[in-house]
């Protein structure tokens, strides 16, 4: 069992006014096999259509590199403060 210095960080997507939850449907499957806890929050949006319109992530890519690169500075900083 890994303590909490060895796991992967938490990562909790909010969406935004014109999304939903399901925007990040690209991103956690990837995250997920990678170790981290993934959690999308799921709020009220305007209308059925509407929120099929919104839920294009133009680049999966991209975003996962920027998660990374912040989960990988997380764990940079808590084995630092551990030392």
Request: aromatic share 4%; charged share 20%.
């Amino acid at each position: 069992m890994k303590n909490s210095m060895d796991a992967e960080p938490s990562i909790v997507f909010a969406h935004g006014i014109w999304a939903d939850g399901s925007c990040f449907q690209k991103l956690i499957p990837t995250l997920r096999a990678e170790g981290h806890e993934m959690i999308a929050t799921q709020y009220g949006s305007d209308t059925p259509k509407g929120n099929v319109d919104a839920t294009m992530l133009s680049h999966p890519k991209q975003v996962l590199d920027v998660i990374r690169t912040a989960a990988a500075a997380v764990l940079r900083s808590a084995a630092a403060q551990a030392v």
